[in-house]
């Protein structure tokens, strides 16, 4: 599965292509635009095979025009396939899932964190998209509340610069590329995800996995997941005081970081499981490897 990669590369596309070939599978499946391109076309003299991609957010379609069917993370992405002249019958959602098994909670001290302090934790590539410059300026409202910000991206600099600007930089740790999340999580009192462009939110399916509370501010993906002040709080984008007031109604209301808990670990459970994606994938494969079912 050649997912992503150069722009230019003349080394994957026909071993590709032989592994279809010496396979014969019935069914191919492509991840983004790079391995979708280098499929070669179902309808060919010889190929017996369905050609099915998937789409985690608003990309060009023109990489997708071979395939036969098209499976999309979020139903914002159904709609905009569909809206693009794809039938219906052609075009699946089915969710990622994440994965529940719980760490140990980092240490603290190992973050130079006060034991006793309120964390908010966010995950993701340092970019604009991710709107960590939004969080930065909430902070400043925010006096008993340390940030941990685990990612890494083209924008540290930048977020460096507006911690020290804002005066919090004593209070915020940009701990780079992490492996951990789970551990995070789980010594975190809250995370947020204030993103500008946000397709899914797949912090948010894990936060619930792990039984972390949200805040979230309303791109695409988490209006599309949550329900305010059920599985979490959703705040206008780019408006650093209404994150700073939904922050600090999780850490100061009684009972509400409970309630949030409790109704995302039950949404987690009800659809983004393993379990549940997993046998999502394998229904849509048995209905398109069915005589006559599979291509609509």
């Known amino acids: 599965e050649p997912s992503s990669g150069a722009r230019r590369d003349f080394l994957t596309r026909r071993p590709f292509q032989r592994d279809i070939e010496t396979c014969s599978p019935d069914i191919v499946l492509t991840w983004m635009n790079r391995a979708t391109r280098f499929c070669p076309s179902s309808h060919r003299r010889g190929s017996n095979f369905v050609h099915v991609a998937r789409l985690g957010g608003y990309y060009d379609l023109k ?7 098209l499976i999309a993370n979020t139903r914002g992405i159904v709609g905009y396939i569909e809206r693009h ?3 219906a019958a052609n075009v699946h959602y089915i969710p990622n899932f994440a994965d529940a098994a719980p760490q140990p909670p980092v240490f603290r001290d190992d973050l130079t964190t006060p034991e006793g302090a309120s964390v908010v934790l966010a995950l ?3 970019h604009r998209n991710k709107a960590f410059d939004v969080l930065l300026r909430a902070l400043p409202t925010l006096p008993d509340v340390w940030l941990w910000i685990a990612g890494s991206g083209p924008e540290e600099d ?6 020290g600007a804002a005066g919090v930089a004593d209070r915020v740790r940009f701990l780079g590329w992490r492996h951990d999340m789970a551990a995070l999580m789980a010594a975190a009192d809250l995370l947020v995800c204030p993103s500008r462009v946000e397709p899914l939110g797949n912090v948010i399916v894990e936060a619930w996995a792990h039984e972390t509370p949200v805040v979230a501010a309303m791109a695409d993906g988490p209006v599309e997941l949550m329900e305010g002040g059920e599985d979490g709080l959703l705040v206008p984008m780019e408006d650093a005081p209404a994150l700073a007031g939904a922050i600090r109604r999780v850490l100061s209301v ?3 970081a409970d309630h949030l808990i409790k109704r995302g670990r039950a949404k987690f459970e009800a659809d983004f499981t393993e379990e549940k994606v997993v ?9 398109l490897t069915t005589p006559d079912r599979a291509v609509a």
Do not use: M, T
């Open 63 to 69: 990489y997708y025009r071979n395939c036969d069917h």
């Open 85 to 87: 002249g794809w039938a």
């Open 124 to 126: 993701g590539r340092l």
């Open 158 to 163: 930048e977020l460096r610069g507006i911690a």
């Open 254 to 256: 009684p009972g509400l």
């Open 279 to 287: 046998e999502q994938y394998l229904k849509l494969f048995e209905q």
